[in-house]
């Protein structure tokens, strides 16, 4: 299938990368023109400008977003409009706010433009694991462009199937139709809300470890632990294993101390998202605010808990900490 990419930062790039590998036409674009005239020497097609990408794809064209949420996406969706024509397709992959979504899907309704929210998670290690995909959109327009959503997707890969399902859903490929526009993103940004408190558990635990050898502690009670062992001993047979700490063990393992990091946690808007849609609907998320919350002061004073949390940030989205 032809698709247009417009962003080649750490997941665009790597997506076309992994679309291309498949035999996908990829007709490509990004401010930086040395990024783009890379990827033409790797097989894809370069544009220079929105409009010439446009002209190079096949109608009805598909357009991917994978630029920054809030104004690069907004002002790129707006420009875009202008430019494709009904029975058109925009696919947003970053991470938007989910309402912003169903704003844009009827904007570009109007002109019989479809808009297709994929919230998408996998990092800068998806060129060769594959993304995970949470779709959302018109189901005409989600079904045209599945076969890009199933090579970005990982497949069944290795994963045991579960026990008392029948197979039949694309949930067990990696990639879903959540329903309606907006679904997508609302099920990525309660994801990342999830992932705040999974790192903040870890990061937590560690730290717990790390001062096991405080001289405030009785002697008999102290312990020197090796906490890189630690991480890789639970990566095998433990209940608490995961990626996330597949990818604690590796920082462990580069940095035993973290000393390349300061501790400073950003926090890239869904964690907030994701606590404001529980107060909409009045649900409890005590361990997820609360995860957030330590984010907002790990920007004022630092634990090794704060350093790991970045450790992770870096390890599965490159995310670096600011200067």
Known sequence: MQIGMIGLGRMGGNMVRRLMKSGHACVVYDPRADVVTGFGKEGATPAKSLEELVSKLQKPRAVWIMVPAGEPTESTVQSLAKLLEAGDTIIDGGNSFFKDDVRR???????????????????????????????????????????????????????????????????????????????????????????????????????????????????????????????????????????????????????????????????????????????????????LSAALYTRFRSRQQHTFAEKLLSAMRKQFGGHVEPK
């Not at 994929?118 to 327009?141: F, H, I, N, Q």
């Open 105 to 287: 899907s009827k904007e570009v309704g109007k002109k019989g433009i479809q808009y297709v929210d994929a919230g998408t998670s996998g990092g800068v290690w998806g060129v060769e694991r594959g993304y995970c995909l949470m779709v959302g959109g018109p189901k005409e327009a989600v079904s045209r462009v599945e076969p890009v959503l199933r090579t970005l997707a990982p497949g069944r890969g290795d994963i045991p199937a579960t026990p008392g399902r029948d197979g039949k859903s694309t949930a067990e490929l990696g990639y879903l139709h959540c329903g309606p526009s907006g679904s997508g993103h609302f099920v990525k940004m309660v994801h990342n809300g999830i992932e705040y408190g999974l790192m903040q558990a870890y990061a937590e635990g560690f730290d717990i470890f790390k001062n096991a050898t405080s001289t405030e502690l009785p002697e008999d009670y102290r312990y020197d632990l090796n906490l890189a062992d630690i991480a890789e001993l639970w990566r095998r047979g433990s209940v608490v294993s995961s990626w996330l700490l597949d990818l604690t063990s590796i920082s462990l393992a580069e940095d035993p101390k973290l000393e390349a990091y300061e501790g400073y946690v950003q926090d890239s808007g869904e964690g907030r998202w994701t606590i404001q849609a529980a107060i909409d609907e009045a649900v409890p998320a005590e361990v």
